[in-house]
């Protein structure tokens, strides 16, 4: 009797292991090299993460990444569906071991370019109405919502502890099409992000865009303007659910 007791112990610790990591975090040392000069955040949520590099000096872009992370036997598993830095290795799966102290975790695994251990000191856990791992389902045009099925090709945003990272990309041919992130609040229906980094255009950073939010039946609806002064509809799904996998 003891030892079946003992699982659904086991894995509670498991899946408590997995929602410590959720929010935001800041790199601040690899293989024992303080991080000076740029900024590296990522974000844990739902199973799923995301990080963007930027330089500090002139806010340029540096890289992305991210996919699925799950905990594995007392290990961090991560899996890359999009990585801007080296795009061969998209679809593999790394084994981090993971040790917490206070606000601080220390990844350590092996990559292929060798052993590789990280500390990351966490910004934020916290969490409100748009905390999540979101994909873009629909849109507005000429006044008719057009509904789709994300695919390879496929627009997600997760959100956690007050920050926030859009990826575009297609995991089968790995083409990516453009990453921005920064910090965010969701409140009383108003949300409102402010750009740290974005891919596509840097002089954009620091720019802060306010929009309209409802959450309707599980899904995010999201309405304003964009950066280039364009009215926009959009409806965003949970990942799990919006995302279909080609079999």
């Given amino acids: 009797m003891k030892k079946l007791l003992l699982l659904p112990l086991l894995f509670f610790a498991m899946s408590l292991s997995a929602q410590q990591l959720e929010g935001a975090w800041k790199l601040i040392s690899q293989n024992q090299v303080p991080v000076s000069g740029q900024e590296f955040i990522k974000i844990y ?44 290795i998209i679809g593999m799966v790394t084994s981090f071991n993971v040790r917490v102290e206070g606000n601080q975790i220390t990844l350590s695994g092996t990559t292929p370019k060798g052993p590789l251990v990280e500390v990351w000191e966490r910004i934020s856990d916290a969490k409100d109405d748009l905390t999540g791992n979101w994909v873009i389902t629909g849109r507005k045009r000429d006044d008719q919502i057009q509904r789709s099925t994300p695919g390879a090709r496929r627009t997600i945003k997760i959100l956690s502890g007050g920050r926030f990272q859009w990826v575009a990309f297609n995991s089968e041919t790995r083409e990516f099409s453009g990453t921005g992130g920064g910090t965010y609040s969701a409140q009383g229906g108003k949300y409102v992000e402010t750009i740290a980094f974005f891919s596509r255009d840097n002089s954009r950073v620091g720019a802060s865009l306010g929009f309209d939010y409802q959450v309707i039946d599980g899904e995010w609806h999201h309405s304003g303007l964009s950066s280039a002064g364009q009215p926009i509809f959009e409806i965003w799904t949970p990942y799990a659910k919006g995302y279909k996998p080609a079999k």
């Fill in 45 to 88: 949520q739902d199973n799923y993460f995301a990080f963007g590099i930027k330089n500090l000096a002139d806010n340029s872009f540096v890289g992305a990444g991210g996919g699925p992370f799950a905990m594995t036997s007392g290990k961090l598993q991560e899996t890359l569906e999009f990585f801007t830095l080296n795009p061969e």
